[in-house]
Structures are given as C-alpha cells and as structure tokens.
C-alpha cells in the first residue's frame, strides 16, 4: 500500500532563510510525487511533481524538490522564504495508473520577519 | 488545461437532513474521481474512490451508507451525505486525475457546516 509520510507538523524559519520540508514515501514502484501548498482557507496549489527523468524537479515560486530513491524521500527545498509562503505543505504521492493518490499529514510553515 | 468544478462552495445544513456536493469536469473525462475530507489543522484524508459507472470503493473506516458516491456520468460525480449530524462538519474535497498532464486536479472544496 502506497502512504507518505512528513515527520515534521511545524517549521518555523526567518525570512530570507532556506527552507526544507521533507517527506518520505512508501510505495512497491516507482511513484508520482507531488508538493502542494494551501493558505488558510484556500483550495490546494500544485508546487511540483515528479513523475519520471531528472530527480531535481524545478516547481512555481523558487521551489525545488529532489527525489531520491534509496531514501524513498521527495524534499522540497527553498533556498530563500518570503513571508508570502507561511502556509500548510502537503506531499502527496500516487501510482501510475492513477487509482490512488494520498496526501502526507502536512507541514505547516512559518516565517518569522 | 483539466478544470473540475465543485459546488457548492459552502453549505449551511440542519442535523438530520442530507447534503449534496457535486463535482464536474469541465473538459474532459474523468472516469475517476477522489473524494477526500479534510478536518480543521489536518490533511486531507481520502474517503473514497469513485470510477464511472460502477461502485465506489471506500477507504477502511469511512461509512458507505453515510457517504453516498455517485458517478453515473464521465463528467460528473457527487458526494451526499445522509443525515448529517454536526461531527460531519468539514471541508470536503473531490480530484480528478488528468492523465494528459499526468496530474491531479481539484476542485476549489465544499466547507459544510451541519448546525
């Protein structure tokens, strides 16, 4: 069974700083990965995904996320935070024949001015 | 690119009575189509798995006959929930996956509130 996993709830980092969110996947094949963030409130924005080719994946807003398969993990890195990107994070994980897609507990950012 | 519009956006509903939430894709077929709940502070938890003229298939702990799923067409699937009760307050979220951009899209989510 597919699930992901993102071991840290909050994070709080000052503006200007790099940024790492990590998450870990479990699933038999090769999974599709993705990163989204929501604003309180709001509905999901995709940041990135990784379906297969380069393991350094380029997202909107200067993010970066790399997949590493002997740590089944999909990081999501920044290397500068704007106050703009306090918001919730969530991995999420699917399998290629599109039948299942979970979603990671969520990391919730903080940005300290 | 895939759009999957959801509605309504928000309901206010009296405990006991059913609510229904539909999803439709705009421009294309979704012959799948996820519904996830999501509570206050925590992620999205999927409750089922709907596919296109067949039964849906419900996530371990998730009530069927509470959570009716319904995807009769290729462009439409809806969620009711039968007699409501105020813990079934939540925001409620369908996806759809675009297997040409081989993503998911979702639909803006229905905050219910059963009072």
């Known amino acids: 069974a597919q699930s992901v996993t993102q071991p840290d709830i909050h994070i709080t980092v000052s503006e200007g700083a790099s940024l790492e969110l990590r998450c870990n996947y479990s699933y038999g094949a090769t999974p599709y990965l993705f990163w989204y963030v929501q604003s309180p409130g709001q509905g999901l924005q995709l940041l990135l995904k990784y379906f297969s080719g380069d393991t350094l994946v380029q997202g909107i807003k200067g993010f970066e996320a790399e997949f590493k398969r002997s740590q089944s993990s999909f990081n999501l890195r920044k290397p500068s935070v704007h106050w703009s990107d306090a918001a919730e994070y969530f991995c999420a994980v699917g399998d290629n024949g599109f039948n299942k897609f979970y979603f990671g507990s969520g990391t919730k950012l903080n940005v300290k001015p | 690119g895939a759009v999957v519009s959801q509605h309504p956006s928000r309901v206010i509903c009296k405990s006991g009575t059913s609510v229904k939430i539909e999803c439709r894709s705009l421009d294309f077929q979704a012959t799948t189509m996820f519904w996830y709940r999501q509570f206050p502070k925590k992620s999205l938890m999927l409750m089922a798995t709907s596919n296109e003229g067949s039964k849906a298939t419900y996530e371990q702990g998730v009530e069927k006959d509470k959570f009716l799923i319904n995807h009769a067409s290729l462009t439409l699937s809806t969620l009711t929930v039968t007699s409501a009760h105020p813990e079934d307050s939540s925001f409620y979220i369908c996806?759809?996956?675009?297997?040409?951009?081989?993503?998911?899209?979702f639909g803006s989510g229905t905050r219910l509130t059963v009072v």
């Open positions: 996806s759809a996956p675009d297997r040409v951009n081989y993503g998911y899209t």
